[in-house]
């Protein structure tokens, strides 16, 4: 076992810095062998501050030399400790010469200063800027930067940093400069440089105000046939964050810039974003409607930064959700706006709904869960998490639920008044939307000190001789990990009473006027237990609870088949809609799976799925509802999800039972669905908007179900699609009906799409993805692809294509009974980290919830962690997770 285990980080521990940074000049002389970088800094010491002791932090970076006030500092003046660097007893007035060296074309983590196919990027995030030079590396000292860059004129034709382009020109010997200013003070996290062979789109834009900026998108050459869509979408964030929330840009330039070695999505750098190529680069012959959506996402994302996270900044990063969760709401208010329609809305919601319940309900379930606000980190890498995020999300989503969206914007604009410019907390935040709503929000604050899914149980009581309706919420929430204990949150549950007609009723709680009722309302719960009691109800009413799913919560109650088929059928809250089909069919689900379990034949089970299967019938014939909407509805609820409602996971069995269930759909609705892939096809021009882009969901689906029945019609349907498809959602979603059957076309396919698209990595991402998440794929077959000339461990969207949806996306194979699965994982997890700790400690998450695993899953699980565990030299990142997931407390 590893004992040089890295010391925790306490938020407790937090101390303002004892020097403040007024302005950072930065010189690269940029080579990928050798960079040298030189770095002046204006200091002064901070009132605030505790000490004349001067901190910069370090990482792998070689010192080269120092200088305080003009003169070099001897070894005796200073103390080097690990990754940090202190000078004790400095004047109250520093300037700072600090020469480093750096290796950017041996730099494999893609944190500081890296090469991508031969250009030169930069990644700060969190703790990144520290790896180019020592600084003062932490989000609360904000400076004004001024950059020169000088490279090869040839190599490195383009040279980009944050701000305004000042000057630029040539040095003589075959190299040039360009010098840039940032006119607003940022953290060093927000700094970045590109250099490289690049060419842009580009377009002006002039602002309400009457100010112009001008846009760019840069890209490799060759790319420039697949800009347009990041173009549009950062033109459409900019215009929706002027309407919706009054901000406008703040720059004369705004830039984005595209690679294919990244770490994560997307990186808000001021004025200069750096984007996955995965989140820019679209045009309808590489890209799915699902790539559309997330680019306009990512791009609106990034853009939502500038305001929350780079005009107001997080004070540490244990208040990092005050930039994340703030901007991942922002984003999906966006794409939803963006859409338009009721039920498309409520599209977007579910899915965001989804990944919280399949990704952040288990992490806050598990050993690495954690507060939306953390008390302790070893590695802040490893707390860009589902919670932070989505989470995150769902607790900024419960202030505009509580004070409205008008409230939510009088809020928005108090925390700018007060903090423009400023590092702040999530406290701050919080006081902000209670000032500006004139409510005390103290009890809210739990949402961001406790971890784990509150329960919220439901009990209802009709009195018929009274004409009431009790609604009884209680609340509880399992412990985790340093939390045994767990107040009562500040719970908004926003409910509904249908009449038997399958109309809402007027909503009126006891005291209260009978007039104007809302036929939805918030209620709020604060205690372990309270009781809302409705009058004037006279016959039973069916309850629509946690309408647009209001709070991050588990829900519980007993509804009948009936009254769930009922909802599925009438309620007027699309998101109770679907959420009541995928209750009635997790139920059955979960039967199916308890008897592949207990060797009982599944056939007995048909007569119990009428329920369901009528009211399935009647959804996807009602042409009223937006086909995105009936695709949601048409998809069961996915192995993972069945997962997280089992006390012990046996994933072949869910498999077994899930495969069987939807044979049985495609054999009970194949006219339907038939129907449905005929009346829902999108000729002509292709068009990412969103009726289209359902429409093509709600076909593919389709043909995913029928692919089930794997006969010739059926492999003549997929296979026609695919010959004549002029976009790859079609294309890629008729190569996954092929490969779901034994059509006879299927390996030829498969190996035409490689051919067809070889030069195009994210499309070949798509193809071993596809692969690695076929139920036929086992761990050989995902090793002999590993052979493929086309693999790489190095690029992370290489590595997750196959690695990580094998792990991840194939849970029939992957918890293969013998294990095997299980070693693959731990040997690709050692193989990584000597690579790119970040994405090791990411494919380590997979396996954080063993214990939940049947025993005989379990004890190879363990087995493979203490594999890993017992390797020297792994990083910090990934001993975290690993030591978190062996954790026995
Ligand atoms: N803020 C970045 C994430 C940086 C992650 C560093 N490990 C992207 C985003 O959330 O917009
Ligand atoms: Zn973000």
């Not at 997962?643 to 498999?655: G, K, L, Y």
């Not at 179900?705 to 003549?716: G, N, Q, R, V």
Request: net charge negative; aromatic share 8%.
């Amino acid at each position: 076992m590893r004992t040089d285990t890295s010391p925790a980080i306490l938020r407790s521990n937090y101390a303002p810095p004892n020097y403040l940074v007024d302005t950072v000049e930065l010189g690269f002389d940029l080579d990928p062998a050798l960079t040298r970088v030189a770095a002046r800094l204006t200091m002064r010491r901070n009132p605030d501050g505790r000490s004349n002791e001067i901190v910069l932090y370090g990482d792998a970076v070689e010192l080269v030399a120092l200088r305080m006030n003009g003169k070099p500092l001897t070894r005796r003046a200073y103390r080097l400790n690990g990754g940090e660097l202190h000078i004790p007893n400095a004047p109250d007035e520093v300037t700072l010469e600090i020469e480093t060296a750096l290796q950017p074309d041996a730099n494999t983590s893609l944190m500081g200063l890296y090469v991508s196919n031969g250009n030169f990027f930069t990644q700060c995030e969190a703790e990144g800027f520290r790896k180019i030079t020592w600084f003062p590396d932490r989000p609360d000292v904000m400076a004004r930067y001024t950059v020169m860059l000088r490279a090869d004129k040839r190599a490195y034709p383009v040279l980009l940093s944050n701000g305004n382009l000042v000057e630029e020109g040539d040095l003589g010997d075959g190299r040039h400069y360009a010098l840039w200013e940032d006119p607003f003070m940022k953290p060093s996290y927000l700094f970045a440089l590109v250099a490289g062979k690049l060419v842009c789109q580009e377009e002006r834009i002039t602002q309400p105000s009457g100010r112009e900026a001008l846009l760019q998108v840069w890209v490799e050459e060759g790319n420039l046939d697949k800009t347009q869509h990041a173009m549009d979408s950062l033109v459409n964030s900019i215009r929706w964050d002027e309407a919706r929330f009054g901000l406008e840009l703040d720059l004369d330039r705004f830039m984005i810039v595209a690679v294919g070695d990244f770490n994560m999505g997307a990186m808000e750098n001021k004025g200069l974003n750096i984007f996955n190529t995965k989140y820019v680069l679209a045009n309808p012959r590489i890209a799915t409607d699902a790539d559309y959506a997330n680019i306009e996402a990512v791009v609106g994302h990034e853009y939502f930064h500038n305001w929350t996270g780079n005009r107001v900044t997080c004070r540490d990063w244990f208040q990092l959700s005050l930039k994340e969760g703030l901007t991942v709401f922002r984003d999906q208010e966006f794409s939803a706006d963006m859409v338009g329609t009721d039920s498309g809305r409520a599209v977007k919601r579910i899915d965001d709904v989804r990944v919280l319940r399949q990704a952040q309900f288990p992490e806050d379930a598990g050993p690495m869960a954690h507060p939306v606000r953390p008390d302790s980190y070893v590695e802040i890498s490893n707390f860009y998490t589902v919670t932070i995020y989505e989470k995150g999300s769902e607790v900024v989503r419960m202030y505009q639920t509580l004070l409205g969206r008008d409230g939510f914007r009088k809020g928005m604009d108090l925390y700018f008044e007060r903090h423009d410019g400023q590092a702040v907390t999530c406290d701050d935040f919080r006081a902000a939307m209670a000032d500006a709503g004139g409510r005390n929000l103290d009890q809210f604050e739990r949402w961001y000190s406790q971890a784990g899914t509150p329960r919220v149980t439901v009990a209802t009581r009709h009195d018929i001789e009274a004409g009431t309706y009790d609604i009884t919420l209680a609340q509880s929430c399992p412990p985790t990990p340093g939390q045994k204990t767990k107040l009562p949150f500040h719970i908004p549950v926003k409910v509904g009473l249908l009449a038997a007609t399958g109309a809402d009723l007027p909503l009126v709680l006891e005291g209260e006027d009978a007039a104007s009722a809302p036929t939805t309302r918030v209620l709020e719960l604060t205690e372990a237990s309270q009781t809302f009691r409705f009058t004037g109800i006279e016959g039973k009413p069916v309850p629509s609870l946690l309408r647009d799913f209001s709070a991050p919560v588990i829900l519980e109650y007993d509804y009948s088949d009936d009254e769930l088929a009922f909802l599925m059928a009438n309620d007027s809250d699309p998101f109770n809609r679907w959420e009541a089909g995928q209750r009635l069919a997790t139920r059955r689900l979960l039967t199916l799976t308890r008897m592949v379990q207990d060797q009982e034949p599944m056939r007995e089970t048909t007569a119990n799925l009428e329920t369901y299967t009528a009211v399935l019938h009647k959804t996807l014939d009602d042409a009223t509802l937006d086909p995105s909407f009936r695709e949601m509805v048409l998809t069961l609820p996915s192995e993972g999800m069945l997962a997280e409602q089992m006390d012990v996971i046996t994933p072949q069995e869910i498999h077994t039972a899930r495969q069987f269930m939807r044979r049985l759909l495609a054999r009970t609705l194949r006219n339907e669905l038939v129907q449905l892939v005929d009346l829902n096809q999108t000729p002509g021009d292709y068009s990412p908007d969103a009726l289209s882009a359902g429409k093509r969901g709600l076909k593919n689906v389709a043909m995913l179900y029928l692919s089930e029945l794997d006969d010739t019609d059926t492999h003549a349907m997929a296979q026609a699609q695919y010959d004549q498809a002029s976009n790859m959602t079609d294309r890629i979603a008729a190569l996954s009906a092929l490969q779901n059957s034994s059509a006879p076309g299927r390996q030829d396919a498969l190996e035409r799409f490689y051919t067809e698209f070889e030069d195009e990595p994210l499309v070949i991402d798509k193809w071993f993805a596809l692969q690695a998440t076929s139920p036929a794929t086992d761990v050989a077959a995902v090793r002999a692809l590993m052979r493929h000339p086309a693999f790489s461990m190095k690029n992370p969207n290489r590595a997750r294509s196959l690695i990580f949806s094998f792990c991840n996306g194939n849970p029939s194979r992957f918890h293969a009974a013998d294990g095997s699965g299980y070693r693959f994982w731990a040997e690709q997890v050692i193989a990584l980290d000597a690579i790119n700790p970040q994405v090791s400690a990411r494919l380590a998450r997979t396996l954080d919830r063993w214990r939940k695993y049947a025993p005989a899953l379990q004890s190879q699980m363990q087995d493979a962690l203490q594999r890993v565990a017992a390797t020297p030299k792994l990083s910090k990142d990934l001993s975290e997770v690993i030591n978190k997931s062996l954790a026995t407390d």
